[in-house]
């Protein structure tokens, strides 16, 4: 197989999405299909397929008396269909799951934020506390995204493909108690 048949990207998006947005929220028992990828494909990339995916955040800080007594938080994995593409002739179950993973790996960041904010304790720079963990997941995310693909190859070896697959189910499974709802 060539290299453009196989390889895949992915979109990091680390910005809020309005109402209008086309979104779909990680699921454990909703896997993303081809029909789920709507934008035009780019075929001058090189990739058969573009998943866009990201972490939205978002909080509350209630004060008393000038001062914070607690915070709400909202943390959500979302794949975007309206950025998202696939290349028709080249695509097929296998790249699907590459792409999958790429979602995956993004609910996998999401849950360690989640786990990071549940260790907070309210305090006055609470709001800056928040907005450092969420640049730091994001770094993060980006970085774990961008390894799988370097080391896999952009899913074209299949043995470290199959290894990330088996490591991203370990890792959404030791951190269950924080995933998307």
Not at 62 to 88: A, C, M, R
Not at 112 to 135: C, D, G, M, P, W
């Amino acid at each position: 197989m060539s290299l453009k048949l196989i390889i895949g990207i992915i979109a990091f998006l680390c910005i809020g999405n309005s109402p209008e947005d086309d979104t779909i929220s990680w699921n454990e028992n909703r896997k993303l299909t081809w029909a789920d990828f709507k934008d035009r494909p780019n075929l001058n990339s090189g990739a058969v397929a573009l998943t866009a995916s990201g972490i939205t955040f978002g909080f509350s800080i209630q004060k008393s008396g000038g001062k914070p007594v607690s915070f709400n938080t909202t943390v959500e994995s979302l794949f975007y269909p309206d950025k998202s593409w696939y290349i028709t002739e080249r695509a097929d179950s296998y790249i699907l799951g590459h792409e999958q993973l790429h979602f995956d790996i993004t609910e996998l960041h999401a849950r360690k934020f989640r786990q990071q904010i549940n260790e907070l304790k309210v305090s006055s720079n609470i709001r800056a506390k928040l907005n450092r963990l969420h640049t730091s997941i994001n770094k993060a995310s980006a970085a774990m995204q961008n390894k799988y693909d370097r080391e896999s190859n952009h899913s074209i070896i299949k043995e470290a493909q199959l290894r990330w697959q088996k490591y991203i189910a370990a890792e959404l499974e030791a951190l269950e108690e924080f995933k998307s709802q």
